[in-house]
């Protein structure tokens, strides 16, 4: 990725693996500021940051999409009678906060 890409880098246009790659050219750029004892660009710390916030957005939504599966499975293994008990307490739960 070029200075230009850099700078033109758009986020909500990338997903996870790209933003990954544009984070670490940025950290790497940032890095090198840092070594020569020079002031990072505004433009540098603000992507730095959408993409930093993009990141762990889609991290987020892949770890709950991915416990929602799991609770889906887990659901299909038990027994009527567990099932039947799970939702007695969470009924009771919900009339509790009456």
């Known amino acids: 990725m ?9 986020v909500q246009d990338h997903d996870l693996d790209e933003l990954m790659a544009a984070d670490a050219a940025y950290t790497g750029l940032a890095q090198t500021y840092s070594n020569r004892q020079l002031e990072m660009p505004e433009w540098l710390g ?20 991915s416990i929602k599966k799991k609770k889906a499975q887990l659901l299909g293994l038990m027994t009527v009678g567990e099932k039947r008990e799970r939702l007695e307490a969470e009924i009771a739960a919900e009339e509790a906060m009456l």
């Not at 070029?2 to 758009?10: P, S």
């Open 46 to 65: 603000e992507q730095l940051t959408e993409v930093d916030i993009a990141v762990k957005a889609l991290v987020k939504a892949t770890r709950m999409a």
């Open 2 to 10: 070029n200075i230009t890409e850099m700078r033109r880098f758009v």
